[in-house]
C-alpha cells in the first residue's frame, strides 16, 4: 500500500502558460501533502505543504501567487504553476503523508520554452 | 531550523566494496531520521527509519544505519554493494510533532556501484 501517482510525468509549456499538475494518494487517504522542487543534481527543497480543506503553507520565498496549491479531497492535491517561466523548469514531487511517514510520488518534469 | 548535512557528495565504490554515507543534522530536540534512494529514473523510496528503540536499524536491499545521538549522525551502511545500488541517496528528519511533519533533506550522495 501507500501509492502515490503524479500526472503529468512530463510537460512542455510555452513561456507565460500555466500548468496543473496532480497528486493522488491512491490506497489511502492524506489530509497533508506536500510539494517539492528538485533542480539537478540537487536536493529536494519543500515547497508548501498541502492541507485537505484549508489553504496551503507556504516556505519562505515560495510565491503563493505562483505556485496555487489545492487540496479538494483526501486523496488529491493540485499544484498550479502560473504564467511560467524557464526558471520555473524543473522536477516537482509530491508526497502524502500517512501518519509521520511521507510517500512519495514519481515526479513531474517541467520544461517551459 | 533544523538541517541536514550529507557530506559524500559523488561516492564511486567498486561491487562487493562495503558502503558508507554519512548524515549529519543540527537540531537538538527528537527527530525522525530517514533513508532514501533514489534510482535513476524512479521516484524517491524509503530505504529505512529511526523512530525510537534500537539505534541499530536494518532496512530494505541489506541497508543498515546508526543512530548516534551523541553525534547527530545517521549514517548509512552496507557491507557489499551491487552494481544495482547505483542511485542518488536522501537522508531526512523531522520531527515528531503529531503527524504530517515536514521532512528536511540533506543534499544527496550520488553512489556509483562500478562492476
Known amino acids: 500500500g501507500a501509492v502515490v501517482s503524479q500526472h503529468p510525468s512530463r510537460v512542455i509549456c510555452k513561456s507565460g502558460t500555466s500548468v496543473k499538475i496532480e497528486c493522488r494518494s491512491l490506497?489511502?487517504?492524506?489530509?497533508?501533502m506536500f510539494w517539492y522542487r528538485q533542480f539537478p543534481k540537487q536536493s529536494l527543497m519543500l515547497m508548501a505543504t498541502?492541507?485537505?480543506?484549508?489553504?496551503?503553507?507556504?516556505e519562505q520565498g515560495v510565491e503563493k501567487d505562483k505556485f496555487l496549491i489545492n487540496h479538494a479531497s483526501l486523496t488529491l492535491s493540485t499544484l498550479t504553476v502560473t504564467s511560467a517561466h524557464p526558471e520555473d523548469s524543473s522536477f516537482y514531487i509530491c508526497?502524502?503523508?500517512?501518519?509521520?511517514?511521507?510517500?512519495f510520488g514519481p515526479g513531474t518534469r517541467l520544461t517551459v520554452l | 531550523a533544523q538541517s541536514v548535512s550529507q557530506h559524500n557528495h559523488h561516492v564511486i565504490l567498486s561491487e562487493a566494496a562495503s558502503l558508507e554515507l554519512g548524515c549529519n543534522y543540527s537540531y537538538g530536540g527528537t527527530v525522525n531520521l530517514f533513508w532514501y534512494v533514489q534510482y535513476p529514473g524512479q521516484h524517491l523510496q524509503l530505504l529505512l527509519k529511526y523512530f525510537s528503540g534500537d539505534p541499530l536499524v536494518k532496512g530494505i536491499k541489506g541497508f543498515e544505519a546508526e543512530f548516534i545521538k551523541s553525534k547527530f549522525s545517521f549514517n548509512l551502511r552496507k557491507p557489499s554493494v551491487q552494481w544495482s545500488d547505483t542511485a542518488e541517496y536522501f537522508c531526512a528528519v523531522n520531527r515528531p510533532a503529531g503527524t504530517a511533519s515536514k521532512l528536511t533533506f540533506g543534499t544527496g550522495t550520488r553512489l556509483q556501484v562500478t562492476l
Open positions: 490506497d489511502f487517504q492524506a489530509t497533508t
Open positions: 498541502s492541507n485537505e480543506g484549508s489553504k496551503a503553507t507556504y
Open positions: 508526497s502524502a503523508s500517512r501518519g509521520v511517514e511521507q510517500f
